[in-house]
C-alpha cells in the first residue's frame, strides 16, 4: 500500500478546499456521466465524493472504469468545493469532492448477495450469513458506534461513583436455577463438567464478602433457553453489586447512571426520580409486571361489582376467588365487530376462553352481554372504570388470575397501539419493586424463587417463610422502559441462617445446597456485609436507545432464533479425536 490515509470520508469540508487529501474506504456505489466517473468512496465515518475526470488524468480515468461496489481502494487527489447545483446537503462533505490524480485497488469483491445500504430489502438469515456485509451498513455500524459510546459512559460514571471492574470466571461450577446451563467438559477431568455463568452472581457476592464494596462488570452471560425476540443465548449486562446499602440506594445509583446514558446517547435528560410502583400494584394496573406506563387504558378491577349478576361466567369467577377485570376504551363505541374479534384473538392466545364487550351509546349499554347487568350493577361498572358515553369496556374473567393480567397486559398494549396512544418519543422509567419471594411450579410442585434463591426476604416476613411461603416478599426490584425490563436485582441474604431458611422453603435439602452453594453458604460465615445489587441488559438497552426491534442489531454477531450463527456454521459436530480426549461419545436417540 503506497498510499497512505490522510483523513476520513467523513471530514472534509469547504474549509479543506485546494488540500491536498488521501482517502481509504470502500466503493458505495460508481456512476458515470458524460464521460467523468464518480465514485462514492466509504469507511466509518461517512462518505465523499471522488472524480475521475479524463481531462486530467485520462489513463487513471480508464482504470477506473473497472471499479464495482465495495472494492477497497485509496485515491490521492486535491479537495475541490462542487459546482453550485451540485452539492448535496444532506451529507456533511456534500459540499465538496475530491478531483483524483492518483489512486490504487486495495482488493477486490465478488457480487455482493445484498446492497450495502440501509434501504435494501434483504431477509435475516442472509444478513446473517454474511454479516461481515450487514455490518458495512451504516445504519448498524451506528448502533456500535453508539454501544461503544454508552459503555464508555457507564465505565466512566461508576468509576467516578468508587467502583471497581473486576472480573468473574466463564468456567465455573454448574448450579441449575432457572434456564439450562450451558456446559464445558473437562478434559483433565473425565465425567466433569464446567458450566458457563447465566450470571457471575454467586462471585459477585464473594466480591461483597472480600471487602471489595463496589464491583461492577460489562460481561458475557450464557442461558441455554428457549429464544424469544429479545432474548440470546449469549448476552451482555452490566453487572453491579454494592457493600453498605439498602434498596433506595441501588435505585439512585441507577437513576443517575440512566441520566448520563441518555444524555450522551438521545440528547435527553430523564426526570428522577423514576416513579415506583410494587408489584401487586403494576399487576392490578396493568398486568404486567414491566409496565409501558407511557399511555393509560389502566385495567380495572370489577370482580366485586359482579359476583352477583346473571352474566355465569362473570358470577362464577369472582365466587371460585378468580379475578374479573375490564379496560375502557375511549370513543371504542366506534369499535365494529370485527375490531372486537381482533381484541378477542389476543386475549386468546394469552390462555382468556372469551372477551366479553359493551358500548356505551345514549347512556346505555349495548352488546352481547347487556342484557345480564341491572341498571346499578351498570352504573357501578361505569363509574369503577371511569366509561362514559361513546366508550367500550371489555372484560376478561376466570378463576386463575394470571391469566386475566396477561390476557389484559397484553391486550392494553394490543389497544394503545392500535389507538396511536403511545407516544415514541417519550422515555418512561420506572421502577417495579417488592417483588412475591417465591412463586409456585406446577412442574416441579414445589415453591421456586422469583428471582434468584439469594434474594433477601423482607424483615416482617421472616417467621412465614416456611408456613405461608406464598405470602413471602422480596427485597427485590427491576428497572422498566417503555414496557422492556431494563434490569432487575435485589439486596441479598448475608446471613446464611436466613439463607438455609431460604433453602428449606424452596425444598433444597442441605445436601443440595452445599453441593451446588456450598462455597458461598461458607463464605457468608465469615463476615458477610448486607450487600445488594442489579444487573442491566445492556443488549436490551441498546436496542431501546437505537430505537430498533430486533436484539440482533445491537448485537455485532448473534444467534438465530434457533441458537444457530449462520455465518460460522456453529453449533457444529466435533471430531472423534476430540470426543476421546474428552471422554465423551455421542449417542443416537
Known sequence: MNLRRSHSCGELTQKNSGQEVILSGWVQRRRDHGGVIFVDLRDRT?????????????????????????????????????????????????DIEIEVTEF?????????????????????????????????????????????????????????????????????????????????PSRLYPGHFFALPQSPQLFKQIFMV????????????????????????????VDIEMSFIDQEDVMKLLEGMMVEVFKKAKNVTPSIPFPRLTYDEAMTRY?????????????????DLVKDVEFKVFS?????????????????????????????????????????????ENGQWHGPIS????????????????????????????????????????????LGKKLNLIDKNKEAFCWVYQFPLFEFSKEDNRYVSKHHPFTSPREEDMDILTTHPDKAYAKAYDLVLNGVELGGGSIRIHN??????????????????????????????????????IALGLDRLMMLLCETDSIRDVIAFPKTQKAQCLMSDAPSTIDDKQLKELHLKITKE
Open 46 to 94: 461517512g462518505i465523499t465524493q471522488v472524480v475521475f475526470n479524463p481531462k486530467i488524468n485520462s489513463k487513471l480515468h480508464k482504470e477506473a472504469e473497472q471499479l464495482r461496489s465495495e472494492y477497497v481502494i485509496s485515491v490521492k487527489g486535491k479537495v475541490e468545493a462542487r459546482p453550485e447545483g451540485m452539492k448535496n446537503p444532506k451529507m456533511k462533505t456534500g
Open 104 to 184: 490504487e485497488i486495495l482488493s477486490s469483491s465478488k457480487p455482493l448477495p445484498f446492497m450495502i445500504e440501509d434501504e435494501a430489502e434483504v431477509g435475516e438469515n442472509i444478513r446473517l450469513q454474511y454479516r461481515y456485509l450487514d455490518l458495512r451498513r451504516p445504519l448498524l455500524q451506528k448502533n456500535f458506534v453508539l454501544r461503544h459510546e454508552v459503555a464508555h459512559v457507564i465505565r466512566q460514571y461508576l468509576s467516578k461513583e468508587k467502583f471497581l471492574e473486576l472480573e468473574t470466571p466463564f468456567l465455573i461450577k454448574s448450579t441449575p436455577e432457572g434456564a439450562r446451563d450451558y456446559v464445558v
Open 210 to 237: 472480600a471487602g471489595f464494596e463496589r464491583y461492577f462488570q460489562i460481561v458475557r452471560c450464557f442461558r441455554d433457553e428457549d429464544l424469544r425476540a429479545d432474548r440470546q443465548p449469549e448476552f451482555t449486562q
Open 287 to 303: 398486568g404486567v409486571d414491566k409496565p409501558d406506563i407511557r399511555f393509560g387504558l389502566e385495567l380495572k378491577n370489577t370482580t
Open 316 to 360: 362464577f369467577a369472582a365466587k371460585e376467588g378468580g379475578l374479573v377485570q375490564a379496560i375502557t376504551i375511549p370513543k371504542g363505541a366506534l369499535f365494529s365487530r370485527k375490531d372486537f374479534d381482533e381484541c378477542e384473538k389476543v386475549v386468546g392466545i394469552y390462555g382468556a376462553k372469551g372477551l366479553a364487550w359493551v358500548k356505551i
Open 371 to 414: 342484557k345480564f347487568f341491572k341498571p346499578e350493577q351498570i352504573k357501578n361498572i361505569n363509574e369503577r372504570t371511569g366509561a362514559k358515553e361513546g366508550d367500550a369496556l371489555v372484560f376478561v374473567a376466570d378463576t386463575d388470575p394470571q391469566v386475566v393480567y396477561d390476557a389484559l397486559g397484553n391486550l392494553r398494549i394490543h
Open 496 to 533: 446464611a441462617d436466613i439463607q438455609r431458611k431460604v433453602f428449606k422453603a424452596l425444598k433444597i435439602e442441605e445436601k443440595e445446597a452445599q453441593q451446588k452453594f456450598g462455597f458461598l453458604l461458607e463464605a457468608l460465615q465469615f463476615g458477610a456485609p448486607p450487600h445488594g445489587g
